[in-house]
T-cell receptor, first 111, second 114 residues
Framework: SQQGEEDPQALSIQEGENATMNCSYKTSINNLQWYRQNSGRGLVHLILIRSNEREKHSGRLRVTLDTSKKSSSLLITASRAADTASYFC???????????FGKGTRLHILP | KAGVTQTPRYLIKTRGQQVTLSCSPISGHRSVSWYQQTPGQGLQFLFEYFSETQRNKGNFPGRFSGRQFSNSRSEMNVSTLELGDSALYLCASSLGRGNTGELFFGEGSRLTVL
């Protein structure tokens, strides 16, 4: 499987609930980033967490990184309709320096 | 400050033709990377340029090529188009070599091959 696999592939929750998405990767990394993409548009950077960090917050976003398990999670609290989008994690491999995106989680916020 | 600009936004080609896509990065950004996005394969890394030099290349056939100019603008070319090349092609720029900073994406060029 490809580095940067997110799960779940799709997630539907009620507005106001929290949404959690997970990402796994395979190689050593310098940092891991999360991006959001609204349908058919470009990606927008949300948050970056460095390999020596375990948790980071930005507004309603909370990201954790576990380098021993090669995994990260993105938590969006108090979800809003505008959070409906696809979310991708991205890593740059220490081995070959390539940027790898996961296949993304499609988040749908129900009114 | 203007964002990343990709042209054209939409285009339709037929099999066997070739296509050139353009990307103008944010002013001051020297690194440009390209991605192909399809429903089946997701976001696939194509190549990355820094100061006119290709730094890295993804696992795509030689029909996919690119270059970067001295003003950091970049182009990618796909020759002998195949139906499977239909995709959203995204360009991203960053300040430096990209391994520590965020990527700024354009809105993409949507290519349809008939």
């Amino acid at each position: 499987s490809q580095q940067g696999e997110e799960d779940p592939q799709a997630l539907s929750i009620q507005e106001g609930e929290n949404a959690t998405m997970n990402c796994s990767y395979k190689t050593s990394i310098n940092n891991l980033q999360w991006y959001r993409q609204n349908s058919g548009r470009g990606l927008v950077h949300l948050i970056l967490i460095r390999s020596n960090e375990r948790e980071k917050h930005s507004g309603r976003l909370r990201v954790t990184l576990d380098t021993s398990k090669k995994s990260s999670s993105l938590l969006i609290t108090a979800s809003r309709a505008a959070d409906t989008a696809s979310y991708f994690c991205a890593t740059r491999s220490d081995r070959d320096d390539k940027i790898i995106f996961g296949k993304g989680t499609r988040l749908h916020i129900l009114p | 400050k203007a964002g990343v600009t990709q042209t054209p936004r939409y285009l339709i080609k037929t099999r066997g033709q070739q296509v050139t896509l353009s990307c103008s990065p944010i002013s001051g950004h020297r690194s440009v990377s390209w991605y192909q996005q399809t429903p089946g394969q997701g976001l696939q890394f194509l190549f990355e340029y820094f100061s006119e030099t290709q730094r890295n290349k993804g696992n795509f056939p030689g029909r996919f090529s690119g270059r970067q100019f001295s003003n950091s603008r970049s182009e990618m070319n796909v020759s002998t188009l195949e139906l499977g090349d239909s995709a959203l092609y995204l360009c991203a720029s960053s300040l430096g070599r990209g391994n520590t900073g965020e990527l700024f994406f354009g809105e993409g060029s949507r290519l349809t091959v008939l």
